[in-house]
């Protein structure tokens, strides 16, 4: 069993703020990534679960056990970091070995652990090198070797993967995955790479200044991000916002890009239901992702024209620009369905795919459509 349990825990460096009330549960088995921006905390509340960092205020509890008063060697933990750190002058086994060897156990133990551990990294024909002779992603097999040679009852890895190349960095992530799956063990991963927190994580915690903005699995933060922060970090290209306002059409609702220069139609009760949800009468943003902007060669009834400004080709997709008014809204289209830039086509917002958002606070006001 690893459970660990973050309860309003604060952290300051003299004046500076970097953890500011965070309360997260990580369940036993369960991979979380700590996603955010450089500088927002993640290495910080990682150094803290595994006791190289003291906590200023909160509780850290472990099996609900609270653990700052243990020393790092006493919470079974392990850790990986970003840069290797293996010993130069010690063979991949030896490296391996190491975290066994201090805990005294047998010869023969020792060799079938590190045995067991290589095979499931696959570095079994790597043990008799020494790091100079490997390559980087082989390096970082055996650092995650050595962490997971004592089955500790948690895994901490900070960006473990980031140093290596972007080919490197995509086979490794699957590895990852595949070890978790194999070795059950609690993870906590800290990444700035959204890409990397989506396909590694059960659930991603997103944070931003010291403070966590959300909790979700990967399809929760990319489908219902709770406030433009989290809007605007997850997915690649980014989420489009623009700020809105909404006039009642007969049986619909306009809902004005910009100063009001082209509108897209809503359904009638939209109004209501932001006027409901929303504090006052704040500003109103409105998010929608490229693929969530839907397209048209022809006029099409709830379809505006617009002009596509710039393309980018993909490969598997388009990223289109649109200028629709004063704003300049990307959708996703099949490779080539605008020939040129400059073409006038046509396009509408799924509702089922839009966002609102209180500009002033960024919160979600949590309308959905089509649920
Ligand atoms: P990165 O991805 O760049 O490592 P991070 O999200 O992991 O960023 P932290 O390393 O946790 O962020 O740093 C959070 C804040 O705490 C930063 O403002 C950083 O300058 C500060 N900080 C971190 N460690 C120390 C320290 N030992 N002494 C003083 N300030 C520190």
Redesign the pocket.
């Known amino acids: 069993m690893a459970e660990i349990a973050l309860q309003d825990v604060e952290?300051f460096?003299?004046e500076?703020h970097?953890?500011r009330k965070l309360n997260l549960t990580i369940a036993h088995k369960e991979f979380v990534v700590?996603l955010?921006?450089?500088?927002?905390?993640?290495?910080?509340?990682?150094?803290a679960i595994a006791g190289l960092?003291d906590i200023s205020r909160g509780d850290i509890r472990i099996d609900g056990k609270v653990v700052q008063a243990l020393p790092p060697a006493d919470r079974d933990i392990a850790f990986v970091f970003q840069l290797f750190a293996l010993y130069p002058h010690l063979t991949a086994y030896d490296n391996i070995a190491f975290p066994l060897r201090a805990t005294r156990a047998s010869r023969s133990e020792v060799d079938t652990k590190v045995h067991e551990v290589a095979r499931a990294l696959q570095i079994e024909h790597l043990l008799g090198s020494r790091p100079s002779a490997l390559s980087g992603g082989d390096m970082q097999r055996i650092a995650i070797g050595r962490a997971l040679v004592r089955r500790p009852k948690a895994m901490l890895m900070?960006?473990p993967i980031g140093a290596l190349d972007a080919k490197l960095r995509e086979d490794m992530r699957t590895e990852l995955k595949r070890l978790h799956i194999e070795n059950d063990s609690t993870t906590v991963y800290?990444t700035?790479d959204q890409v990397e927190a989506m396909a590694l994580a059960d659930r991603i915690a997103v944070?931003n200044d010291?403070v966590l903005q959300q909790v979700g699995t990967p399809t929760d933060v990319y489908a219902h991000p709770a406030n433009l922060f989290v809007a605007q970090f997850i997915g690649s290209p980014v989420m489009n916002i623009f700020p809105t306002r909404l006039r009642s059409d007969g049986d619909s609702t306009a809902l004005l890009v910009g100063e009001g220069e082209a509108s897209f139609s809503f359904p009638a009760d939209l109004q209501r239901r932001i006027a409901e949800a929303r504090p006052g009468a704040s500003e109103l943003s409105v998010g929608i992702r490229p693929e969530g902007v839907l397209t048209a060669q022809t006029a099409q009834p709830g379809y505006i024209p617009v002009e596509a400004h710039i393309i980018e080709p993909l490969g598997a997709y388009d990223i289109v620009d649109l200028k629709v008014g004063s704003e300049m809204i990307r959708a996703r289209t099949h490779s080539g369905f605008v020939a040129r830039a400059g073409d006038t086509i046509w396009a509408r917002l799924d509702p089922a795919q839009t966002h609102f958002f209180d500009t002033a606070s960024g919160a979600s006001l949590n309308i959905r459509f089509g649920d």
Request: glycine share 20%; charged share 25%.
């Open positions: 952290k460096f003299g500076n970097v953890i700590l955010g921006p450089s500088g927002c905390g993640k290495t910080t509340t990682l150094r960092e900070d960006e800290v700035h944070m010291g």
